[in-house]
């Protein structure tokens, strides 16, 4: 099977190697499958594919759609990039699949049927559950920890049915077919002997010297018999490790066939050496060249039933160097600056998908043909954001592991898309609110849709947002707009910076809502001084489902004291004058520990250190040491780097206290909404915990916690001693000690890719960095018995683990200087001030389920970080220009059903430039726990269809049940409550919005 891997960047940008060697692959892919009518080659990244068709000659399109639809050229997952499995999260996951199979659908006319995933590093349970769902049969896995490998060669189990833990009928399997071997190069796929098969590898380029070069000859009529006989000893002894008789052999690496000669030279050997062994019928042998696709047909002809397994392939390991294992863990921290954007760009996106969906459909019912026209040509960037986002999903990409450059370049992406898709947002949610007055006075003038913009600025992707402050006028309130994306209510903390402290707020029908006014601080030098010009305005948003909601700051006439936070520091500035009062009521800190109060959370901290020791439940009185500390791993180096993590052995001790000595500066803020404790360490570390005064669940029983850290600011010693120089070789984690029992050998759950939980048990041989595991979402501990269950909740990927029972700790921030061997050629050392967001929630259970699940409260905060409202400020209209909210929903869906997307479809015959009337929708049933006692006070019911009743606020002509994709139609349904989403699962639908009669002609 002749294939090439292509990264879309790793050492290049993804241009660089489009330019440089994937357009050559493509077009001699073209030119050299017609010259050799029986030669076969796979591909799999719509990124490139579709890059070199919107460019190619029509006559070279036609002859690529005739070699897909021959069979001899198969298009393998279909998804945009190969994923990453670790760090990316569902939402970008099926998105980057939506648009590779989408484009493949409307340009090629085809739908994938095999998957190929051959360089992720490990390879995650979520990939094949939407492949399955997307219409593929069967799919293929490479790098898996060398154990597994030589596992399933003893028990021959190298196809099996992958199947999902939730799943006890199978109904979700999926054909999996192992890779036998390290690596997918020619060195490592004839056979055992990697020795062996170099001399393969028939690639001769004049210029090029590389092991393969000194091994192999082609061949000829004098070497035909020899090299036949040793190559099918290898072809046997990689079927001895499979119960059929069948053996797929990838002839391909790294960017192969950019030189036409290379096409030539391997076809011509592999061809005598088939035709020898063919033609021979004492060898029981037949060779072809072929696909996947052939393969896993060969295979089903031989078998009905495979073994299934259950669970994933995290932590991969390779024995590559030295003979001696190495733990693939680190890329699940690496770049958290990078990891965190991603996110950030995922539900922007999201936002601006659903808004705009919503927006364009509208619009064209409404005949408001000036609107059309705006969204239509809009439609192009909306594209161009969902393949940023899909582009950084590649396994070099949102990992962590390309050079500094081509990182940098992905991140030039990302925020190109962040910015087009809030512009999108703001035009679309404009259009929802827009008066019928003042839209039709937009229309005759002519005005752009830009009157609701973002609260913050981003000049660089590199520099966090600032939010700004804005002025609030005597007589003229300042409008906010709000975007609840999800389809059930939700309170949210929204806060903005605004220049007076005299200020109250109402909400969509013109009532007061409770806020809370705090300081902004600024760093004089020789301390802290709180700004008289700029505050903090807190208040919590009633937000219905799919909604844009309009809330108004005012200007009161007398400022209320009452909404000001207390204040409490121990590290004030010297008041400027004798006469300076301060805005706030300013205490010190006293000695001793520190306690934050709700009506149903007590928080004990050390009073030192600023940092959490114990949670306790006012209701119940249960009191939970959670105990946070912050250290860092020394790094072994050129063991530790982009990709591996390994502690070093000789370090002096196993962990580096690294805030040990340095004199925190504590703030506390406590007012009617929020009780907040932020502890600040030099410019490395702040941290902050709040809670809520607020009666809605679970907002009321979690703790928030946000680290803003920076390793790659400048060294000052005196405010951080510990710190090593340049924080070299520091692996940052914080970790939680709780009094939790989760076993002798501690056992903790995580995410995997926001679909499911996955259990792990810790190995103590292998040491922490084989027992660190990827999150996207969400960690969890609980005790063996029926008692209590801690959940952290996050807003990006990260490396998280539990070495002791009680503990689990997520690494933060990864500082190594050396390469460490597996091909980047680099250290990381681009590290930025990033802000990480948790949610800490410890709740009642009554013990393990067999297939662990997030409670219905640890979901609701997940979607919470995952989806947090957009938030949008009016300028240049009047708060009467805009209606006060709109609707898209009815009524909520009920509460573990989670609109994963609403994305306009593209037109087929434009797919990059224009959109369709179709959208497509995907649910998810995010199946809540039922072991842990949580309670949602924002949504009812646990069903797993819609309410009856529940209806778009648009008009839909038609909803069809589809592949996850949208490519394949499976069925109608007249309306959204005659949909299932059974639970775990996911159900996509389309759904056709009518376009409108044609106007009748003017009257005379
Ligand atoms: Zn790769």
């Given at each position: ?5 292509n990264d879309p960047?790793w050492?290049?940008t993804?241009e660089e190697y489009?330019?440089?060697q ?7 892919m073209i ?5 050799h009518?029986n030669?076969?080659?796979?591909w799999?990244?719509i990124?490139?594919l579709?890059?070199w068709?919107e460019?190619a000659?029509p006559?070279?399109?036609q002859?690529m759609?005739e070699l897909v639809?021959?069979?001899r050229?198969e ?12 760090n ?6 099926l998105d980057?699949l ?5 484009w493949l659908w ?11 995933s051959?360089d992720?590093?490990?390879h995650g349970?979520?990939?094949p559950y939407l492949?399955?769902e ?8 490479q790098r898996?920890?060398y154990?597994?490998?030589?596992w399933?060669?003893e ?6 049915q992958w ?5 006890v009928?199978g109904e979700?399997d ?8 390290d690596?997918?190069s020619?060195?490592h796929?004839c ?9 393969y590898?028939?690639r001769k ?6 092991e393969?070069?000194?091994k ?14 040793l190559l099918l000893e290898?072809?046997?002894r990689?079927?001895?490790l499979y119960p059929?008789n069948?053996?797929?052999v990838p ?10 000669s290379e096409w030539?030279?391997q076809?011509s050997?592999y061809?005598?050496?088939l ?8 060898y029981?042998?037949?060779i072809?060249?072929?696909t ?6 060969e295979?089903?002809n031989?078998?009905?039933d495979?073994p299934s397994?259950?669970?994933d392939?995290?932590v991969y390991s390779d ?7 190495a733990y693939?863990?680190?890329y699940?921290?690496t770049?958290?600056?990078w ?6 760009l ?12 919503w927006?364009?459909a ?6 408001q043909?000036?609107?059309?026209q ?23 990409a949102i ?9 940098h370049d ?5 925020h190109?898309?962040l910015?087009?898709?809030i512009a999108?947002?703001g035009?679309?949610a404009e259009?929802?609110?827009l008066?019928?007055?003042a839209?039709?006075s ?5 005005v ?5 913009q973002?609260?913050?600025e981003?000049l ?8 700004l402050?804005?002025s609030?006028p005597r007589?003229?309130p300042r409008?906010?707009v709000?975007?609840?994306?999800l ?9 903005v ?9 109402t ?7 409770p ?8 760093d004089t030098?020789?301390?802290?001084a709180?700004?008289?010009t700029q505050?903090?305005l807190l208040f919590?948003?009633d937000?219905?489902p799919?909604?844009?909601i309009?809330y108004?700051?005012h200007?009161?006439e007398?400022?209320s ?7 409490y520091?121990?590290n004030?500035?010297?008041?400027p004058?004798q006469?300076?009062s301060?805005p706030?009521?300013?205490h010190?800190v006293?000695?001793?520990?520190i306690?934050l109060e709700?009506?149903?959370?007590k ?5 030192t250190?600023g940092?959490?020791?114990?949670i306790t439940?006012?209701a119940s009185?249960?009191?939970?040491q959670?105990?946070?500390r912050y250290?860092?791993?020394?790094s072994?180096?050129f063991?530790s780097?982009?990709?591996?993590f390994?502690?070093?052995?000789n370090?002096?001790?196993p962990?580096?206290d690294?805030l040990a000595?340095a004199?925190?500066?504590?703030f506390i803020?406590?007012g009617p909404v929020?009780s907040e404790?932020s502890v600040?360490?030099g410019?490395v570390l702040?941290?902050?915990?709040r809670?809520l005064?607020v009666a809605?669940q679970?907002?009321a029983?979690a703790v928030h916690m946000?680290?803003?850290?920076n390793?790659?600011g400048?060294?000052n ?16 984690f914080?970790r939680?000690?709780?009094d ?10 995580t995410?995997?890719?926001g ?9 103590q041989?292998?040491?922490?960095q ?8 969400a ?5 063996n ?9 996050t807003n990006?990927?990260a490396?998280a683990a539990?070495?002791?029972q009680?503990w689990?700790?997520v690494?933060?921030e ?8 597996r091909?980047?050629?680099?250290g990381v ?7 990480g ?11 393990p ?7 219905l409260?640890?979901?609701?905060l ?7 409202t ?10 009467d220009?805009?209606?006060?909210s709109a609707?898209?929903l009815?009524?909520?869906l009920?509460?573990?059903l989670h ?6 479809l593209?037109?087929?015959q434009?797919?990059?430039l224009l959109?369709?009337?179709?959208a497509l929708?995907v649910l998810?049933?995010?199946a809540?726990s039922c072991?842990?006692?949580?309670s949602?006070?924002s ?9 009856p009743g529940?209806?778009?606020s648009?008009q839909v002509?038609g ?8 490519t394949?139609?499976?069925g109608t349904v007249?309306?959204?409550p ?15 919005f009518?376009s409108?009669?044609?106007h ?5």
């Amino acid at each position: 099977m002749p294939h090439s891997h292509n990264d879309p960047g790793w050492l290049k940008t993804y241009e660089e190697y489009y330019f440089h060697q994937t357009s050559k692959i493509l077009q001699n892919m073209i030119e050299k499958l017609r010259v050799h009518t029986n030669m076969t080659f796979i591909w799999s990244e719509i990124s490139f594919l579709s890059l070199w068709y919107e460019r190619a000659h029509p006559s070279l399109r036609q002859q690529m759609k005739e070699l897909v639809h021959s069979g001899r050229l198969e298009v393998a997952t279909g998804g945009w990039v190969m994923t990453d499995e670790a760090n990316v999260h569902l939402y970008a996951m099926l998105d980057q699949l939506i648009e590779g199979q989408q484009w493949l659908w409307n340009v090629l006319g085809v739908q994938p049927v095999s998957g190929w995933s051959v360089d992720p590093f490990g390879h995650g349970a979520a990939v094949p559950y939407l492949l399955r769902e997307s219409g593929v049969k069967a799919t293929v896995v490479q790098r898996i920890h060398y154990a597994w490998k030589q596992w399933l060669a003893e028990q021959q189990l190298g196809d099996f049915q992958w199947r999902q833990v939730w799943d006890v009928s199978g109904e979700a399997d999926i054909l999996c077919h192992n890779r036998p071997y390290d690596i997918y190069s020619i060195k490592h796929s004839c056979g055992p002997h990697p020795q062996i098969c170099l001399g393969y590898d028939f690639r001769k380029v004049p210029g090029e010297y590389t092991e393969y070069t000194i091994k192999s000859v082609p061949i000829d009529d004098h070497n035909v018999k020899q090299k036949a006989e040793l190559l099918l000893e290898q072809y046997g002894r990689t079927g001895s490790l499979y119960p059929h008789n069948v053996v797929l052999v990838p002839i391909g690496d790294d960017f192969r066939y950019d030189h036409a000669s290379e096409w030539d030279q391997q076809y011509s050997s592999y061809q005598r050496l088939l035709t020898f062994i063919n033609n021979d019928p004492k060898y029981h042998a037949n060779i072809q060249f072929g696909t996947l696709r052939d393969y896993f047909n060969e295979v089903q002809n031989r078998m009905r039933d495979y073994p299934s397994l259950q669970g994933d392939f995290f932590v991969y390991s390779d024995i590559f160097s030295e003979g001696r294992p190495a733990y693939w863990s680190g890329y699940y921290t690496t770049r958290p600056y990078w990891k965190v954007l991603d996110r950030q760009l995922e539900a922007s996106l999201r936002s601006a998908e659903i808004l705009y969906t919503w927006a364009y459909a509208w619009a064209v019912q409404e005949g408001q043909n000036r609107v059309v026209q705006l969204l239509e040509k809009d439609y192009e960037k909306l594209v161009r954001a969902r393949r940023n986002l899909a582009l950084f999903q590649h396994h070099d990409a949102i990992t962590g592991t390309s050079k500094a450059y081509v990182m940098h370049d992905y991140a030039i992406k990302l925020h190109e898309g962040l910015h087009d898709t809030i512009a999108l947002a703001g035009e679309a949610a404009e259009v929802l609110l827009l008066t019928p007055g003042a839209m039709a006075s937009l229309d005759s003038r002519a005005v752009p849709l830009h009157h609701l913009q973002p609260d913050f600025e981003r000049l660089t992707y590199e520099r966090l947002p600032r939010k700004l402050p804005r002025s609030v006028p005597r007589n003229q309130p300042r409008l906010i707009v709000l975007f609840n994306s999800l389809a059930q209510r939700r309170y949210e903390v929204v806060k903005v910076l605004v220049t007076s402290l005299d200020v109250r707020v109402t909400d969509e029908h013109g009532h007061e809502v409770p806020v809370q006014l705090n300081p902004v601080w600024n760093d004089t030098g020789s301390g802290m001084a709180i700004l008289s010009t700029q505050f903090e305005l807190l208040f919590v948003a009633d937000l219905a489902p799919l909604s844009v909601i309009t809330y108004c700051i005012h200007r009161t006439e007398r400022a209320s004291l009452d909404v000001r936070a207390a204040v409490y520091s121990n590290n004030y500035a010297p008041a400027p004058d004798q006469n300076y009062s301060p805005p706030f009521e300013s205490h010190d800190v006293l000695p001793g520990d520190i306690q934050l109060e709700s009506d149903h959370l007590k928080l004990l901290f050390d009073g030192t250190t600023g940092m959490l020791r114990s949670i306790t439940n006012k209701a119940s009185g249960r009191v939970t040491q959670t105990a946070i500390r912050y250290a860092a791993y020394p790094s072994a180096q050129f063991k530790s780097g982009a990709y591996l993590f390994k502690p070093d052995p000789n370090a002096r001790e196993p962990e580096e206290d690294v805030l040990a000595g340095a004199k925190p500066r504590l703030f506390i803020h406590s007012g009617p909404v929020a009780s907040e404790l932020s502890v600040m360490f030099g410019s490395v570390l702040m941290h902050t915990t709040r809670i809520l005064h607020v009666a809605h669940q679970p907002l009321a029983s979690a703790v928030h916690m946000e680290n803003t850290f920076n390793l790659g600011g400048r060294y000052n010693s005196t405010e951080t001693p510990g710190f090593p120089p340049h924080f070299r070789e520091t692996e940052l984690f914080m970790r939680v000690m709780t009094d939790i029992d989760n076993g002798a050998e501690p056992t903790f759950y995580t995410d995997q890719s926001g679909l499911n939980m996955q259990k792990r048990v810790r190995v103590q041989r292998i040491g922490i960095q084989g027992n660190y595991f990827p999150i996207t979402s969400a960690a969890m501990i609980e005790d063996n018995a029926p008692g209590r269950r801690l959940t952290l909740l996050t807003n990006h990927a990260a490396g998280a683990a539990s070495w002791q029972q009680g503990w689990l700790e997520v690494m933060v921030e990864r500082r190594t200087f050396y390469d460490d061997a597996r091909g980047m050629g680099e250290g990381v050392t681009d590290q930025k001030r990033t802000v990480g967001r948790y949610w800490l929630l410890v709740e009642d259970t009554r013990g393990p389920e067999p297939v662990a699940r997030l409670s219905l409260a640890a979901h609701h905060l997940a979607n919470d970080l995952n989806y947090p409202t957009s938030l949008l400020v009016l300028e240049g209209l009047n708060v009467d220009q805009l209606r006060a909210s709109a609707h898209l929903l009815s009524q909520p869906l009920p509460c573990p059903l989670h609109l994963v997307t609403l994305r306009t479809l593209p037109d087929p015959q434009y797919p990059s430039l224009l959109p369709s009337k179709n959208a497509l929708m995907v649910l998810q049933n995010q199946a809540p726990s039922c072991s842990a006692s949580s309670s949602v006070s924002s949504c009812s019911g646990l069903g797993d269809t819609p309410f009856p009743g529940t209806d778009l606020s648009l008009q839909v002509s038609g909803i069809q049940r589809t592949s996850l994709t949208g490519t394949k139609v499976h069925g109608t349904v007249k309306s959204l409550p005659e949909v299932t989403v059974p639970h775990h699962r996911l159900r996509a639908l389309t759904l056709t919005f009518p376009s409108p009669p044609p106007h009748p002609p003017p009257a005379e």
